[in-house]
């Protein structure tokens, strides 16, 4: 319970503060509070910030900003390489964050804001300078069709954030409800690089690119349901087999990393939608069959 303190010795400390240049309100505003004597102390809140994860976070807004940069000056190439660093340092601050137990509410929000630029805004654009310009070649209508593809892609990537960040500490950890924008961005620009890998351009894929950008944006604001890979489904372990599996996923990535790396996305892009499927097809096979009439 707060209540203004009129005493006298409030009175003299406010006399003191204005002889010593105090400029704020006419008079002094001196409060007690009365607290239950067996409460704990409230902590004091700390007005710094912490260096290390939020470095990270800054370099991948960098990464992603750099995205931008390369793409205008039509080196898409690097763009691409610069979102999947973002990736990484997406990635490691928040591990890092947990691991040396530096976890802050403003971490967190800093974090979505650096993901919305480097897996939002920076795709969308790398998508429009690189293919989704050109269908302004067949009139105004396919120009406006074309941006307006690559602001779905980055909108539905700003609800999904949203949508995660109202849903922390109540939903299951080991999946992901929606596409995660960084892996909805990976699935933009492993294209760009499988499509770069092959000789073509931009303007080769042209039709295929907005739907590709569409239907990536619907996924993430869907409800399907993908493994966080945080935790595994039936425990901390996972079975012995998945080792050599990630062996050869290694192997393949250093023989022709973009390629492998579209297939893994869209593997994994499709795997939300079957997933659920597959679960609701479960549930009605072990649901009871109403007793006959």
Known sequence: MLRRDTSPFAAKIGMKMRSLGYTG??????WRMDIDPEA??????????????????????????????AAINADYSSAVIAIFVAGLFDGLDGRVARMTNTQSEFGVQYDSLSDLVSFGVAPALVLYVWSLKSLSGYGPAWGKFGWAAAFIFAACGALRLARFNTQVGTADKRYFIGLAIPAAAALMMSFVWTVLDTGHTGQDVQFITPVIAVVAGLLMVSRFRYFSFKAWPRGDKVPFFWVPVALLILVALAMNPPRVLFAIVFTYALSGPALTIWSRLRRRREAPEPPAP
Not at 25 to 30: C, D, F, K, P, Y
């Open 25 to 30: 309100h006419s008079e002094l505003e001196v």
């Open 40 to 69: 704990p102390p409230r902590p004091r809140p700390r007005r710094g910030v912490y260096l290390l994860p939020n470095l990270l976070t800054t370099g991948a807004m960098f990464a992603g900003f750099y995205a931008i940069v």
